[in-house]
């Protein structure tokens, strides 16, 4: 079992700075791959940032490319997004979730952070 917790979520004007952290627990978080998911109030949920099938890269929105930074710190046992150049549309509550390695979907995810950008 995998337990994913966020924190680091806030209120922060546009052009601003976030970094969000999810602490796991269960496995480690160089064993499962990970992501990042955010919902807006009234939209579906999307996916930010998340590790590709193979875990050798990673693939990101389109809409966060060259803002957000995925990052992992092993010996913490701790995922991070830094999301840099924040705008009134990144609001949302994000959500980091895990799979194991060969599973399609992902089966952990956290309680989720909410971030609000203002402008």
């Known amino acids: 079992q995998v337990q994913l917790v966020e924190s680091g979520g806030g209120l922060v004007q546009s052009g601003g700075s976030l970094r969000l952290s999810c602490a796991a627990s269960?496995?480690?978080?160089?064993?499962?791959?990970m992501g990042w998911f955010r919902q807006a109030p009234g939209k579906e949920r999307e996916f930010v940032v998340r590790d590709s099938w193979s875990g050798q890269s990673t693939n990101y929105a389109d809409s966060v490319k060259g803002r957000f930074t995925i990052s992992r710190d092993n010996a913490k046992n701790t995922l991070y997004l830094q999301m840099n150049s924040l705008k009134p549309d990144d609001t949302a509550v994000y959500y980091c979730a895990a799979r194991l390695l060969g599973d399609y979907d992902y089966n952990y995810w956290g309680q989720g952070t909410q971030v609000t950008v203002s402008s």
């Open positions: 269960g496995r480690t978080v160089g064993t499962l791959r």
